[in-house]
């Protein structure tokens, strides 16, 4: 089974396409998706289609909404070939049903998310070791499994917005660190427009601003890096009613003061990221 959340929801088991139209369906097979090879409770699942007020027919509308995505597995196990022992897998197979809730069961799974994980976390391995270009291909790769927000065509409830939060942050920290690398290797007039764009996407984001500096600066635009400062103070302070952090701000004094290459290398890596607005 290929299932893919890091974008639009799309989910083929041998190929064709299980994916439904209907939005309520959708979010029950993304969270299955999600969870793949693991039991999510019937609560749970009402929980995301209803909130904490589910209608009487809850169980009944959900049982059928679990009939229509095995008829679409049905459909593509059409398409496919018998298991080792020459059965034909079934619906009830694929998508289980358990005590206590269902497991969507689709064998050797590819998942975007589990490939994007696997990249990340060699790449930050490859941080760790100081091997910049490595660490950069590598976190590079992972980004670009997203094509936009996770599971932007779904209608959310309170545990697939629980998890999109989490797919962010992850994104987040592999794009930060991913900077971090290309900056390590002297990229950054390359960086500027990027960074453009995700310190107005991110304006509290203090990591990306300190970056956005330290690459401004190394371009010889002081007057701008200063201003991105700044411009993060503004917002922090009308927005949180916080100044900005003390590695930040040490940043700000070391462009202000000093001399080109005085920065020290990881002054931007040294600044914790501020919530994002």
Known sequence: MDIDVLGTLAVRHRGVSIT??????????????????????????????????????????????ILQLRDLISAALENGTGDDTGQRRQAKDVLLTVPGGYLLKGGDDISDVREFERL?????????????????????????????PALTDVHTGPHLQTEVKRLEESRLCALDQRVEADLRLGRHRELLAEL?????????????????MLALYRS???GEALDAYQR???????????????????????ILMSGPGALPAR??????AAPVA
């Open 20 to 65: 439904p139209t209907a939005p309520k369906p959708r979010q029950v097979l993304a969270l299955l998706a999600l969870r793949a090879g693991q039991v999510v409770p019937v609560g749970v699942l009402t929980e995301e289609l209803w909130g904490s007020e589910p209608p009487r027919s809850a169980r009944a509308t959900l049982q059928t909404y």
């Open 120 to 148: 990340a976390g060699s790449g930050y391995r490859a941080m760790d070791a100081e091997d910049y270009p490595q660490a950069a291909r590598l976190l590079r790769e992972a980004l670009d499994l997203w094509s936009g």
């Open 267 to 272: 002054s931007a890596a040294a600044v914790p």
């Open 196 to 212: 453009t764009v995700l310190v107005n996407q991110y304006p509290t984001h203090e990591s990306l601003c300190g970056q956005f």
């Open 232 to 254: 993060l103070r503004s917002t922090l302070v009308r927005t949180m009613g916080l100044e900005p952090s003390a590695a930040l701000g040490k940043l700000q004094r070391s």
């Open 220 to 222: 010889g635009r002081r």
